[in-house]
């Protein structure tokens, strides 16, 4: 009977630290403000919805590549090269070289890693220097042009 109220005190103190941690988590990210990303260039809307793309653009953008690079199948459809295109700031013509910059906004603000630009380009038209493609000239990789 000693132990079972024991065990019960012990939960309960755990409960209330838990909840106590948490409620600091809470605190901490209401001081977070959600980034502001400039609007899209194209007049359109995006290729999917805006509440899809922010839930699933990785996603989109993985099987994009794997149908590209394993499959051979090239479409544009949910290309980087067009969210690039599109999503360019005005300001600095990336979407990846200041913080206030489309992809990086948000991923800073969710803590994620963008591992997409030492083979992406993180502006138009533009090749990263240190992509094999790069040394190619106007030949894409893989030998199609």
Request: aromatic content about 4%; hydrophobic content about 35%.
């Amino acid at each position: 009977m000693m132990a079972k109220s024991l065990l019960k005190k012990g939960v309960g103190v755990l409960l209330v630290t838990v909840g106590g941690l948490f409620g600091l988590l809470s605190v901490a990210q209401a001081g977070v403000d959600i980034p502001s990303l400039p609007p899209a260039k194209s007049a359109g809307k995006c290729v999917e919805d805006t509440d899809f793309m922010r839930r699933n653009h990785m996603d989109v953008l993985k099987h994009h590549r794997d149908d590209t690079m394993r499959l051979g199948i090239r479409t544009t459809k949910h290309s980087l090269k067009g969210c690039v295109e599109c999503h360019a700031s005005e300001k600095s013509g990336s979407v990846a070289s200041s913080k206030e910059d489309f992809c990086v906004a948000c991923h800073s603000y969710a803590s994620v890693k963008l591992d997409c630009w030492g083979c992406h380009a993180t502006k138009p038209g533009k090749k990263p220097a240190d992509h094999p493609s790069a040394a190619l000239g106007a030949t894409r990789a893989g030998g199609g042009k």
